[in-house]
């Protein structure tokens, strides 16, 4: 599976995010997500955690999950992505350019 699949499934990239912020076992997980409005199903959660490990973006210890060096690499870059994002929308580039470009940019 795609790792573009994996990260653009429903309440993956919070599930890593509560991870990474120390929310580790599965009930503080979903616990977690429901109280910030991201709320996902048990049986959606442990499908993302699984396909999480799949991936190598974390790893289960006991009944606990830990981002592995790739999980916290991924991070950084859905980090970097928010801020291209946050750039590009302060730019507000006027309308009249973008016309102006035409299909150059595209």
């Known amino acids: 599976m795609s790792i573009f699949n994996v990260l653009g499934k429903k309440g993956?990239?919070?599930?890593?995010?509560?991870i990474k912020e120390g929310v580790n076992s599965f009930t503080s997980i979903k616990n977690a997500l429901d109280m910030?409005?991201?709320g996902v199903s048990t049986r959606?959660?442990?499908e993302r955690l699984n396909e999480l490990?799949?991936?190598n973006l974390?790893?289960?210890d006991g009944n606990k999950y830990y981002l592995t060096k790739?999980?916290?690499e991924a991070i950084e870059i859905i980090e970097n992505i928010m801020k291209w994002e946050a750039k590009w929308k302060e730019?507000?580039?006027p309308k009249i350019i973008i016309g102006m470009l035409g299909d150059k940019e595209r």
Do not use: P
């Not at 993956?12 to 509560?18: H, M, N, P, S, V």
């Open 12 to 18: 993956t990239i919070e599930i890593l995010y509560k």
């Open 36 to 38: 910030e409005g991201y």
């Open 91 to 93: 730019a507000k580039i």
């Open 44 to 46: 959606t959660l442990a």
């Open 58 to 60: 974390i790893q289960k």
């Open 70 to 72: 790739k999980g916290h």
């Open 53 to 55: 490990e799949e991936e």
